[in-house]
């Protein structure tokens, strides 16, 4: 049975251990587990967010429109290598949800012949209402599952399980749905910031996802959309704003819209949450996604090894490469004993039904807070069992 030594151990011969001082740890006691739902704020966010505030809005003024209108493309080349996407391929703005409802629609429309959509009727919520909206707008029908995908036009998929952390394998799974004839738009909100992923060599053409999770963006950061060279200009763009034109000063009568990835935006960007993302992806550029990817592994292996000892059970796949980021843990009172963690300063995540799910984020979550974490969890349910 691993011990706290053996955490202590670990934190002491890992080789991102100071990332944590990159961030604000304003309560040392606290032990986070939830850095997938909304990461730790970078100290170096503060600093940048005082110099947009003070100096780009508070004396440039609308002047600095000069550097803030490709700013989302140029945040979105930053987090290009991070996901194994090119230069000109990924673009930072508006929601997860906003995005996917864009790519989802765009990819129908390159499928005019076929009338069906495939999602998993367990992935997150957003992503099912997306495609059963679009469903419903455009006269197509929602298939639950991905056996049969010869008459599909889009599968909308997570690369990692929201609740159990399974990972899909984006590359057989990429060319299968392709040699189907159909359209993947893969949803990396749970992947970007902790898994290398590497959307190239998977052959996958389009792709969304948070930046407020692992990649520490900060809350409501905006989020990302991928499109491979090859669809961007043949891609259509549901929402027709001024941001996605070709000449958006001329103030045109007709909307022509950009070849590049610009063709994915809306409106005006919020230069504060854009600036966090900016950050946040800077990071984790820094510190480099293959060591945290090792991390996060090493994190969760730890995680379940002392579900094990403990007698804890856990839904998260043993092969390190099935799982992200995160260890679940099942039990029937997952909910009251969410509430309890939290009254003892363990930050979990309930998931329905009976889920508590630990996020363990690389550049912040230590061995000895899994330990911590799931010591407290180990206690709790004792006593829970005997009721
Ligand atoms: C897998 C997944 N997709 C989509 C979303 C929705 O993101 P947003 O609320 O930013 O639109 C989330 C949010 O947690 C998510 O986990």
Same mark, same amino acid.
């Given at each position: 049975? +691993?011990?706290?030594d053996d955490?202590?151990?670990l934190d002491?011969?890992?080789?991102l ?5 990159a961030?604000?740890?304003n309560?040392?006691?606290?032990v986070y587990l939830?850095g ?8 170096r966010v503060?600093d940048?967010?005082?110099?947009v505030?003070?100096?780009?809005w508070?004396t440039?003024l609308?002047?600095?429109?000069s550097?803030?209108?490709d ?6 080349d930053?987090?290009?290598p ?7 391929e +990924?673009? !930072? ?6 995005? %996917?409802?864009?790519l989802v629609h765009?990819?129908?429309? #390159?499928r005019?012949?076929?009338l069906? #959509? ?8 957003s992503?099912?209402? !997306?495609v ?5 707008a455009?006269?197509?029908? +929602?298939?639950?599952?991905?056996e049969?995908l010869?008459d599909?036009a889009v599968?909308?998929?997570?690369v990692?399980d ?6 899909v394998?984006?590359?057989?799974e990429?060319a ?9 738009v893969?949803d %990396?909100s749970?992947a970007?910031?902790v898994?290398?992923?590497d959307?190239?060599a998977?052959?996958a053409?389009?792709? +969304?996802g948070?930046?407020y999770?692992f990649l520490n963006?900060g809350?409501?950061?905006?989020a990302?959309?991928y499109?491979?060279h090859e669809l961007?200009?043949r891609?259509s763009q549901?929402i027709?704003?001024?941001?996605s034109?070709?000449d958006?000063f001329?103030?045109g009568?007709d909307?022509v819209?950009?070849t590049?990835i @610009?063709r994915?935006?809306?409106g005006t ?7 966090g993302?900016?950050? /946040? ?5 820094e510190?480099g996604i293959e ?8 994190l969760?292996a730890? @995680?379940?090894?002392l579900c094990?000892?403990?007698?804890l059970?856990?839904c998260?796949p043993r092969?390190a490469?099935?799982r992200? /980021?995160h ?7 997952a909910?009251s %004993?969410c ?9 979990p995540?309930f998931r ?5 799910r630990?996020g363990?984020?690389p550049?912040?979550t230590?061995?000895?807070d899994?330990?911590?974490?799931i010591?407290?969890i180990a ?7 005997r009721l």
């Amino acid at each position: 049975m +691993v011990t706290r030594d053996d955490a202590h151990e670990l934190d002491a011969a890992d080789e991102l251990a100071a990332w944590r001082d990159a961030f604000l740890i304003n309560d040392p006691a606290l032990v986070y587990l939830d850095g997938n739902s909304l990461g730790r704020a970078p100290r170096r966010v503060v600093d940048r967010l005082k110099t947009v505030i003070s100096e780009e809005w508070g004396t440039d003024l609308i002047r600095s429109w000069s550097h803030w209108l490709d700013k989302p493309q140029r945040v979105g080349d930053l987090l290009a290598p991070l996901i194994g996407a090119g230069s000109g391929e +990924v673009v !930072v703005h508006d929601s997860t949800t906003v995005n %996917l409802y864009q790519l989802v629609h765009g990819a129908a429309a #390159l499928r005019p012949d076929r009338l069906v #959509l495939a999602v998993d009727e367990n992935d997150f919520p957003s992503d099912r209402y !997306v495609v059963d909206g679009i469903a419903a707008a455009t006269g197509r029908t +929602v298939r639950h599952g991905f056996e049969r995908l010869d008459d599909v036009a889009v599968v909308v998929r997570s690369v990692v399980d929201y609740r159990t952390a399974e990972v899909v394998d984006v590359v057989a799974e990429t060319a299968r749905a392709h040699g189907a004839g159909a359209l993947v738009v893969w949803d %990396l909100s749970h992947a970007a910031g902790v898994l290398a992923i590497d959307l190239h060599a998977a052959g996958a053409q389009l792709a +969304v996802g948070c930046t407020y999770k692992f990649l520490n963006g900060g809350p409501g950061s905006p989020a990302f959309t991928y499109v491979a060279h090859e669809l961007q200009g043949r891609i259509s763009q549901p929402i027709w704003g001024w941001f996605s034109q070709v000449d958006q000063f001329a103030m045109g009568p007709d909307y022509v819209p950009r070849t590049d990835i @610009g063709r994915m935006l809306i409106g005006t960007p919020s230069i504060l949450a854009l600036t966090g993302a900016e950050v /946040g992806i800077e990071i984790t550029a820094e510190a480099g996604i293959e060591r945290i990817a090792a991390k996060a592994s090493a994190l969760t292996a730890f @995680g379940i090894e002392l579900c094990d000892g403990f007698g804890l059970s856990t839904c998260t796949p043993r092969e390190a490469n099935r799982r992200g /980021g995160h260890v679940s843990i099942v039990h029937p009172k997952a909910r009251s %004993l969410c509430g309890q963690l939290i009254e003892r300063g363990v930050i979990p995540d309930f998931r329905e039904p009976d889920i508590v799910r630990l996020g363990m984020s690389p550049l912040t979550t230590r061995f000895v807070d899994v330990y911590d974490g799931i010591a407290t969890i180990a206690s709790l349910t004792e006593i829970t069992d005997r009721l």
